[in-house]
């Protein structure tokens, strides 16, 4: 299905998608519960495995989804623009748009000047900020659901939870994890969100441009705000959907850029703008030492292909964390004139253990350290495949990155061999067969 608007041409790949999966919710429907997640295991259950793989793959046109997507950066990055622009955008095509307000400017607002406080009233102004995000954002998420029984639903954040967290230094997020036992990093950066885009401030970049005129709540010096996008962007690195878009280009069309990525992450095709991202890939060398990453997020990701009732279609499960912390979800991936089609939805643990009851024999399982970090204002994440696991894959490091550059200028302290974004024997699905 195709829709026009504003002279683009928006193709729905999402809905190419439906007939090969019904929703998780109908997985559990025909599953009625029965799942015990503490000893389901996949080699257990073939007669199981079988009606199970019937239901995931018959056909549905009842398929709603929410897609939640926070927009973070520096002062003066162009957060507001973006999300009226794709607020309008979504609102046009049939989406129904939610739009959670930035609670640090309400709080700020009230006379507060953070500078005033003294450490400790920093800390706890920054804990109680947080706790008021989360309610407000469980309130709308718990709205959003309600209007999901009728179409699909845009959650759109002005700055989310792991930006109060970029305020303070890391020893005082200890501390406010130890007061609040249920903070972690991955349920905090992962498991609520979909999408994260950061914009990059003006200050870095388009300094003619920065101001703070349209936000009183906002006295940052150019410094300061390249200082605050810098802890902003470190904050979210480990999300495994994350976009940096920075000020190569003109205003409209970084704008255009944050569109396109939330399209891309939906299943949308825009049309007649040609700055599309595409992930590109490059075969490692030799893995680097750490030292050399100023920054960096790793974490433990395990992949597993599921068995597919369509030799064109792939579906595969992922779990991925730190400190005992999970974060689950399932993607398909289907090929239309040889280009990728994938879409991702985020699942919970109970859900993640009955899709485990299709796990493919014919496909080994894929353990990754996968280390995230940002360098030139661009993603990066490096995948270091580990044992045990397909022998053609022992000692394989990738390095990845989304991008519309068709040069693109790869970390200088990284040894890459070759690019092999488009080499089929480097795909995960052919490195895991049999």
């Not at 190419?16 to 015990?36: A, E, M």
């Not at 009842?62 to 623009?81: D, L």
């Amino acid at each position: 299905m195709e829709t026009k608007i504003n002279g683009l041409s928006v193709e729905n790949k999402y809905e190419k998608l439906l007939h090969h999966t019904k929703s998780i919710s109908n997985i559990l429907k025909t599953q009625n519960g029965k799942c015990d997640v503490n000893h389901s295991s996949p080699e257990n259950s073939p007669t199981h495995s079988s009606s199970l793989e019937s239901s995931i793959y018959s056909d549905s046109n009842e398929e709603k989804r929410i897609h939640r997507v926070v927009f973070t950066g520096g002062p003066c990055a162009g957060k507001t623009t973006s999300i009226n622009r794709i607020r309008n955008f979504f609102e046009n095509i049939g989406w129904k748009v939610l739009c959670v307000p930035e609670t640090a400017t309400t709080l700020l607002s009230s006379g507060i000047f953070f500078t005033d406080l003294d450490e400790e009233g920093k800390i706890k102004f920054q804990e109680n900020l947080l706790k008021t995000l989360l309610q407000i954002e469980d309130t709308i998420n718990e709205t959003a659901r309600c209007y999901a029984n009728e179409k699909n639903v845009m959650v759109i954040y002005d700055r989310g939870a792991m930006d109060p967290v970029s305020y303070v230094a890391s020893h005082e997020w200890e501390i406010l994890k130890m007061r609040n036992p249920n903070w972690n990093e991955v349920d905090l950066r992962d498991n609520r969100y979909d999408q994260i885009i950061h914009l990059v401030t003006a200050a870095n970049g388009a300094e003619q441009y920065y101001t703070l005129e349209n936000n009183i709540a906002r006295t940052e010096s150019i410094e300061l705000a390249r200082e605050l996008d810098e802890r902003c962007a470190k904050a979210w690195v480990g999300h495994p959907c994350m976009d940096v878009i920075g000020n190569s280009t003109v205003f409209d069309t970084k704008v255009t850029k944050a569109l396109q990525s939330v399209c891309e992450r939906v299943g949308l095709n825009l049309k007649g703008f040609e700055f599309g991202n595409k992930k590109k890939k490059y075969l490692v060398k030799v893995l680097p030492d750490d030292s050399v990453f100023t920054n960096y997020q790793e974490l433990t990701v395990v992949h597993n292909y599921l068995v597919s009732s369509s030799d064109s279609v792939q579906v595969r499960i992922r779990k991925s964390g730190q400190g005992g912390n999970w974060s689950y979800s399932y993607a398909i991936r289907t090929y239309e004139d040889g280009q990728p089609n994938e879409t991702r939805t985020q699942i919970d643990r109970r859900e993640y253990a009955i899709l485990s009851k299709t796990i493919d024999p014919n496909h080994y399982t894929i353990y990754q350290r996968r280390r995230c970090f940002i360098w030139q204002h661009r993603y990066y994440r490096l995948d270091i495949y580990e044992e045990p696991c397909n022998p053609s894959c022992r000692g394989l490091v990738i390095l990845s990155a989304r991008t519309n550059e068709d040069d693109l200028l790869l970390p200088n302290f990284i040894q890459v061999e070759q690019e092999i974004t488009d080499d089929s024997l480097y795909s995960m699905f052919n490195l895991s067969a049999k």
